[in-house]
């Protein structure tokens, strides 16, 4: 099961005004659930998103950021978000492309708008044909089946390897008004952020123009997913979509200055956090959540590499899932991360309380048996200090296990 996450029930879900959510069965494989989903908007919703930067991205990134590109040149809105499980529609040429458009044309067909007002998303198995023929027969039924307070069944459909559904909301007040803020997210492997992670999707009511949602939503993936990483591996569909529909009574919130920003923005980060934790501790076969904070770099980026270089290390992920501390792999991922001109002699971390490695060399006061007490723990803080500015960064991965090579080695039976 997921590293201390508990997953949500139906109730704690929040339904965001101006949304519904249908799900159905489209059988795009052989198992018996839903695996297709319908996110609408009603007229007047905007949307924004990031993406994957992997070169072989899948078909439906390629039509998301052209028909949001689309939105924004001609004015023309969101309406619907449609989320197929189990094919990834990747490394699929014109014919994926060609598929992907045609959900596309189906859906905007049901709800009387334009297919650029329509954003596809896929996720599943890459190189596979989709079948998209499956899709536009079932997008009826998932139609039919859209409700307000379907975002516990839609965090269900969109699952692949996960082990859990994973949702959040928050409400918060501005100006008078209650704002709310849902989403969903689904991964648990190929996770590694290169603008977000995953697929993610999140709604709230407020009012917010569509230039200042595109500089939110890739903030907001700055400070929660691009701070998850389970295996180093970017996938080829990442994608994490912000939906507005303007539907709660308040004022269009246009301007970055706006006062009211901060709160709505700290509702959409608590959120997106929450989903990208949850992806961390549902990873692969993890057994083990490693919170890895690195502070006292001259900037950012060398913190985020310091903060990598350990997350990723095999031999660091596969000594926690062990709870040996053979910690000299952490040090070895240290000198290993790139950090111009480090020197060893400022450097020092700690597991939790206990400090390992002080100024370059092992601490006196460490003793082995306080560092095992410590990678035994389910949840395991490594701080570094690099002893050289002010900067620094966080970054969230989990353990190495048997059973991340067992899952992914019996992915496409």
């Known amino acids: 099961m997921p590293v201390n ?13 101006g949304i519904t959510l249908g799900a159905t069965a489209a059988k795009i494989k052989k198992w018996d659930r839903d695996d297709l989903l319908m996110v609408i908007a009603e007229p007047g919703a905007v949307a924004a998103g990031v993406f994957t930067q992997n070169r072989f991205c899948a078909a439906p990134v390629i039509a998301c950021r052209d028909h949001l590109a689309q939105q ?9 978000l449609v989320i197929n499980a189990g094919n990834a529609n990747a490394g699929t040429g014109d014919a994926g492309l060609a598929a992907a458009r045609a959900t596309c ?19 599943g198995v890459i190189m596979e044909p989709l079948p998209a023929e499956r899709i536009v027969a079932a997008l009826p039924a998932a139609r039919s089946a859209a409700r307000a307070d379907g975002w516990f069944a839609a965090a269900h459909a969109i699952m692949t390897t996960d082990m859990v559904p994973k949702g959040a909301s928050r409400r918060v007040a501005i100006d008078g008004a209650t704002i709310t803020v849902t989403g969903i997210a689904k991964g648990s492997g190929m996770i590694h952020p290169d603008m977000a992670t995953l697929l993610a999707f999140i709604a709230t009511d407020a009012p917010v123009d569509a230039p200042l ?10 400070v929660s ?16 979509v912000i939906i507005a529909t303007g539907q709660a009574t308040l004022g269009a919130i246009r301007e970055r200055d706006d006062p009211r920003l901060p709160v709505l923005r700290r509702a959409l980060e608590e959120v997106a956090t929450v989903l990208a934790q949850a992806i961390v501790r549902d990873g692969e076969g993890a057994t083990k959540f490693i919170d890895v904070r690195i502070e006292g770099g001259r900037d950012r980026q060398e913190c985020r590499r310091v903060a990598f270089a350990i997350a990723h290390s095999p031999l660091v992920k596969t000594a926690f899932f062990a709870s040996d501390p053979n910690l000299g792999r952490i040090v ?8 111009d001109d480090l020197d ?6 700690w ?9 370059g060399s092992r601490a006196a006061s460490y003793r082995e048996v306080d560092g095992q007490r410590m990678m035994k723990k389910d949840e395991i803080v490594v701080r570094v200090d690099l002893g050289r500015g002010d900067m620094q960064a966080r970054v969230w991965t989990c353990d190495f296990s048997h059973d991340y090579v067992s899952i992914n080695a019996d992915y496409r039976s």
């Open 5 to 17: 996450y508990i997953p949500p029930a139906p109730d704690d879900l929040l339904p965001v005004p």
């Open 72 to 80: 924004r040149a001609k004015g023309a809105g969101f309406r619907a």
């Open 105 to 123: 044309a189906e859906a905007a067909r049901l709800l009387g708008c334009a297919p650029a007002q329509i954003l596809p998303f896929s996720t």
């Open 213 to 222: 949602l595109q500089a939110l939503v890739r903030e907001v993936a700055d």
């Open 225 to 240: 997913f691009n701070c998850a990483t389970v295996d180093g591996d970017t996938s080829t569909n990442d994608s994490f």
């Open 332 to 339: 070895c991922a240290i000198g290993n991360a790139g950090a």
């Open 344 to 349: 060893p002699s400022t450097v020092s971390f």
């Open 351 to 359: 597991l939790d309380d206990v400090l390992v490695v002080d100024r």
